[in-house]
Structure formats: C-alpha cells, structure tokens
C-alpha cells in the first residue's frame, strides 16, 4: 500500500526594512538544513518545510531575499517575527504601529491552532495582539517597558533566553533564534519534523560531549591520539595561575605529563603554545578592566601578571591590535572619571 507524503509546514516569515535580517536569514539556513537533511533521509523526499516572506509595512518584499519552495496558498502553521533594529522603546512602539495591518494575520494563524515565534523585541508586537495577555513571556531588557504599554497583562520571566507560552515563543536575545525556532518545530504536528530538528540541532547547537566524541573519532582516524585530559588539565591550571610567572614545567606537572608531550600536544588542541595561551587569557582580562574600570595601565599590567608595563603594552598590540589607552577610549562601558564624579555629588 502505498503510502501518502504529508503535507509539508507552511512558516510565514515576516519582514520590513527595519526587520533583524541575520535572524531572518537565520532561520531560513535552518529550514534550508531540515529540507537538506529530509533529503538526504530519503531519495527524492519532498521539502519538510516551505517558507514564504510576508511583508510588515507598505513597502513591496525585496526580490533578493532566499526563496523556498514553492508557495503554498493555505494558511500558515507557524509565523515568525524576526525583531526590528529598534533604537529606543518609543522607535519599538513606532514600528508596531507601523505594521498594525500584521495584528490580525498572527491571530488568525493562532486561532487556527498556529504557533509564532516572535524572536528579541518582535514579543512587543504579540502582546499587541493579545496572546500574551496572562502568560509568561522572555523579554529583552531594552524594551521590557514596550512590551508592558502593548499589554501590562504579560508577565516578563528573566533570568531565560527564551520559553514557549500559548503556543507563543519568545526570546529576550537574537542569539537564541535557532534554539527557539527548532524547539517549536519539534513540536508541531507534522510527523517528521521532531526528528529533522533534533538531528539539525545536533549540527547547528551541539553539546560539549558531541564534539568530544566527534573529536576523538576524528583523532583515531587519522592516529592522532591525545593523552586523555593533559591538554585539559594545562589550561586549568593557566587559568587557576593567570597571574603567577609563566613555568611550562610547572604546567606540564600540573597536567601529569612531560614539558616536550605538553607543548606538542597543546600546540595540536589550541594552534598555539601554552604561554601564548596564557597571553590571551591576560589579554582577555585585561581588556576587561579597561572597558569597566579605572584601573591605571600600569595597575592593569600587574593584576595580569606582568612586573613590565612595557612588556605588557606591547603584548596587548600583538593580541588585540592597538595600544591599551587607544581600547581604554574606543571600548570603555563607563562614563569618564571626571563625569562620574558629577553624577555622585548630584
């Protein structure tokens, strides 16, 4: 008996000149990926996903965007908000006010049993439509207020990237757009696609032992077979004495291994030795302090265990590519000195 292809998920992928582009695209390379990996499941498998770019404003839908396969006529089983370049709360309400005509569309897709994705700041735009009224919603710090003049009956949860109520996913960052769009798709009721996305996040996101695995199978093909956890164990212990004077001996004890095994094998996991790794970690530090603190150059160069601030300097232009005080002034997170003291008399 032969048996009949389900139909594939229709997503409607909204956009306008604002919209977050990179998470639009995004989400496409996911969707293209789940079709990929249906494909290569099955000889001529039909795509498990079509998408189709709905347009948020006035303005005609650019012909460069990606297309998918080909468009369906029928209403949409998922549709995603991708978030807008907002720059203030007032711009957010702005641009919600703007694609007011969209209210009805994602209601219509939710009242049909659909589920949304409304990636950052687009929650803003589903609590306008009243689906996040009563329920739990992950909302980026910048626009929390936004959200609440849209509808003060959501209650913000922080503290997650991103969760599901109503049918109804939100994340408080774009980072976790992929996340948020493979978890819904494991959870809609084509039959496939929990499968498909499992498999596609084990590419795009996954975990730490994945890799380990993947890493030594790789290492056993090819006969390169590190000592179990040496490398490991060196770069805790450079970690655990960033500040202390750099030994590779000492590291080497630490690690249960020799000097000479230590730096090859290091130089193999890292592409760099042990001391230059060091050098990162102090590098890393260091930019740190001057992007949050006070702390003189000089100071700086101590606390990251180096007695010559020369030394230190010249090392912070090889790693980071210019001199502390010009990163001091282009990456600072805090007011000037000057400025910060006339805000604490006031």
């Not at 000479?260 to 790794?277: C, I, N, Q, S």
Request: proline share 7%; with cysteine; charged share 15%.
């Amino acid at each position: 008996m032969k048996t009949s292809t389900p139909s594939p998920l229709i997503v409607d992928l909204y956009w306008d000149a604002d919209c977050l582009s990179g998470v639009a695209f995004t989400l496409v390379d996911v969707m293209t990926m789940i079709n990929q990996v249906a494909a290569m499941r099955v000889s001529q498998a039909p795509p498990a996903v079509h998408w189709r770019w709905r347009r948020m404003d006035t303005q005609p839908i650019p012909r460069w965007l990606p297309s998918g396969p080909s468009p369906s006529k029928r209403q949409a089983d998922v549709a995603v908000v991708p978030g807008w370049h907002a720059q203030t709360g007032p711009h957010l309400d702005q641009l919600i006010m703007r694609s007011s005509a969209v209210v009805s569309q994602l209601q219509a897709v939710h009242n049909m049993g659909g589920q949304l994705a409304m990636v950052y700041n687009g929650s803003a735009l589903a609590a306008r439509c009243g689906l996040l009224n009563g329920h739990h919603a992950a909302v980026p710090w910048p626009f929390m207020a936004s959200v609440l003049r849209q509808s003060n009956l959501v209650q913000i949860v922080t503290g997650i990237p991103w969760l599901v109520a109503n049918r109804v996913w939100t994340s408080d960052s774009p980072i976790g757009a992929t996340a948020l769009l493979l978890d819904l798709l494991r959870h809609t009721a084509h039959p496939t696609l929990a499968t498909l996305a499992e498999s596609v996040q084990h590419i795009l996101l996954p975990p730490a032992v994945r890799q380990k695995v993947a890493a030594l199978n790789a290492q056993v093909a090819y006969s390169k077979v590190l000592p179990e956890g040496a490398v490991e164990l060196a770069c805790r212990w450079l970690e655990a004495n960033l500040e202390a004077p750099y030994s590779l001996h000492a590291t080497a004890k630490a690690a249960s291994t020799s000097p000479r095994t230590l730096l090859r094998h290091f130089v193999m996991a890292h592409g760099k030795t042990p001391l230059d790794y060091l050098h990162g970690l102090r590098m890393a530090r260091a930019q740190v302090l001057l992007e949050t603190s006070y702390v003189s150059v000089e100071q700086i160069s101590k606390m990251c265990g180096y007695s010559d601030v020369g030394t230190f300097r010249r090392l912070f232009v090889r790693f980071v590519g210019e001199r502390p005080s010009e990163y001091r002034t282009n990456y600072r997170l805090r007011t000037s000195r000057k400025r910060w003291g006339e805000i604490q008399k006031k």
